[in-house]
């Protein structure tokens, strides 16, 4: 299992900005937000992609959802938002640990790029 940018952010070997955290998942500001509000979720477990997961992580895969829910609602997202998980080459994947995009605070377009 290769480390990762987001290993790193686990351990706190770099810093990032935590919004949420509990025993199985993190959550930071991007560095690079694509909105006023962009969010990371990531599990701890470090499944490079969402193509790597299997039937054992299915309760955690639905606990990265709610954790979206509950950040986008703390951060009044009242209006809508946008979730997005981008797998592999194509999907745009940029780092191999499997993380999940909120993305808020704007009107979003359809289809992305
Ligand atoms: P993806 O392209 O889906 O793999 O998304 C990776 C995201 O991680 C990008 O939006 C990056 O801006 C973000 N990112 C990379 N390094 C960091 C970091 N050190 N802290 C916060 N976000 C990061």
Known sequence: MSDT?????????????????????????????????????????????????????????GHLLLIVQKIAEQMGLTNGYRVVINNGDDGGQTVDHLHVHLLGDRPMRWPPG
């Open 5 to 61: 940018i987001f290993s790193k952010i686990i351990r706190r070997e770099i810093p990032a900005n935590i919004v949420y955290e509990d025993d199985l998942a993190l959550a930071f500001k991007d560095i690079q937000p694509v909105a006023p509000i962009h969010i990371i979720v990531i599990p701890k477990k470090p499944i490079p992609k969402l193509d790597e997961a299997t039937l054992e992580d299915q309760v955690l895969l």
